[in-house]
């Protein structure tokens, strides 16, 4: 499995999103500047997020985007399987073997590629959109400890 461009560029784009929104809707074209993005190609990102209510458009000259769903509900694998569909290594149904290769490929689906995706698919889930924002906001160093007195 490898992550597009429209995969990885949608993660960006929906953690940034996820920061701005506070501050009102979006407009593509700052998200792009922004991510340093083609608002063309962000269009179509967020056209598929949009279908899949994860995001809402706002209409009109000063129009944009903001988040359908909360941070902390929304996975990285959600976002992914949106814009990339299944992320399954490899199309089990697609296998076009003979009878006595056929217990191969199972043993082979079954100890490797199935574990694999399992493992995929288990970071992916586990990881919020909220939790990337955070970790976002810490490397940039926004989260200033707090000294109580």
Not at 58 to 79: E, H, N, S
Not at 88 to 101: C, K, L, M, Q, R
Not at 117 to 137: F, P, Q, S
Request: hydrophobic content about 40%.
């Amino acid at each position: 499995m490898k992550i597009s461009t429209k995969g990885r560029y949608g993660l960006r784009a929906m953690i940034d999103l996820a920061i701005y929104s506070s501050n009102g809707h979006q407009a593509l074209g700052q998200i792009a500047q922004r991510q340093n993005v083609s608002e063309i190609y962000l269009e179509q990102v967020f056209s598929a997020l949009r279908k899949n209510n994860m995001v809402q458009s706002v209409k009109g000259a000063q129009g944009g985007y903001l988040l359908a769903v909360d941070p902390k509900d929304v996975t990285a694998g959600d976002i992914l399987r949106v814009l990339e569909g299944d992320v399954s290594i490899i199309d089990y149904g697609n296998e076009d073997v003979g009878a006595e290769h056929s217990k191969l490929t199972t043993c082979i689906n079954d100890m490797v590629w199935r574990r694999i995706d399992a493992n995929i698919r288990d970071l992916v889930d586990g990881i919020t959109l909220e939790e990337m924002v955070e970790d976002y906001k810490k490397k940039l160093g926004l989260h200033a400890p707090m000294y109580y007195i």
